[in-house]
Every structure is written in structure tokens, then in C-alpha cells.
């Protein structure tokens, strides 16, 4: 009897007691699928909060965006002819000297590109003062924003 007991137990693998369930290869896709919507709902709610600067109707273009590697320096100009250095509203007298300060700040780097923004209702003279005064200020990198064109390729 005893050797018919050992065979049954070697033949068969375990016994009663150390039976476990087989493993289950089904992955639970619940929780990730969960976690995802958050995410998504996150970004879809602090994208708009990111816009660079004062809101404005950019006029459209067919031009290819510009590479950058840091934060620009951006100027934008309202509709109603306020003037904007990054989120900070300025007057134009005081534009030439805060960009002086910021390329000494810079270690005397004007040639990194300066970002004009103006709304496409904006007087052209205002514009034109606007940049000569950035000129002035020793940059000569100017580069104008636009939306990309829409319906044209």
C-alpha cells in the first residue's frame, strides 16, 4: 500500500492539499485604462492655461515654424495699441531699455531672436514704431508671428 501511495503522489505531482489555481494570463486594463482619462482630462483642461503671452488675432501665414531651444523673448502688441514684453504690459519709451537690461542680463547675446506678436488690426505705424525701437535696442534677429494659414497647402 505505501508504494502505491508514493507512485500516485510522484505520477500525479501534488497532492490535494498543495493544489493551486492556475495561473490567469488575462491582464486587468481597468485601472490603466482609468489613470488614462485622468491624464487626458488633466491636459485637456491645462493646455489652454499654457498660451505664451496676451491674447491676440494673429494674422495667418504659410511659414514653417522656427526652432527654439529656450523660453523666447516675445513682444506682443494689442489691438488697442498696448505693448507687452513677455506678460508684462510696457510703454514704448520704456521698451529700449529693458531690452538693453535683458541682453546684458544675457552676457551681451543680442543675437538670439526676438518674437514679435501683433494683431492683425493693429496700426502699421505702431508696428513699424514698435520695431525700430527693437532694432534700436541692438536686435537685429526679428522674427513676426503668424497662425498658419488655413484651407491652403
Keep these: 500500500m505505501a508504494a502505491s501511495n508514493v507512485s500516485v503522489a510522484s505520477a500525479g505531482g501534488r497532492s490535494r492539499r498543495g493544489r493551486r489555481r492556475p495561473v490567469m494570463s488575462d491582464i486587468n486594463v481597468t485601472p490603466f485604462v482609468d489613470v488614462m482619462l485622468v491624464?487626458?482630462?488633466?491636459?485637456?483642461?491645462?493646455?489652454?492655461?499654457?498660451?505664451?503671452?496676451?491674447p491676440i488675432d494673429l494674422p495667418q501665414s504659410q511659414a514653417k515654424a522656427l526652432p527654439q531651444?529656450?523660453?523666447?523673448?516675445?513682444i506682443s502688441v494689442t489691438v488697442d495699441g498696448k505693448i507687452y514684453?513677455?506678460?508684462?504690459?510696457?510703454?514704448?519709451d520704456d521698451l529700449v531699455p529693458k531690452l538693453k537690461a535683458i541682453i546684458n542680463a544675457r552676457h551681451g547675446n543680442a543675437d538670439e531672436p526676438i518674437y514679435v506678436r501683433g494683431d492683425k488690426k493693429v496700426d502699421y505705424g505702431t508696428m513699424m514704431r514698435v520695431m525700430g525701437r527693437i532694432s534700436g535696442a541692438g536686435y537685429h534677429k526679428v522674427a513676426l508671428i503668424t497662425e498658419v494659414e488655413q484651407g491652403t497647402q
Design 85 to 92: 514684453l513677455q506678460k508684462d504690459e510696457i510703454k514704448l
Design 69 to 74: 531651444d529656450n523660453e523666447p523673448l516675445t
Design 39 to 54: 491624464l487626458l482630462i488633466v491636459f485637456m483642461v491645462s493646455a489652454p492655461l499654457l498660451t505664451v503671452g496676451v
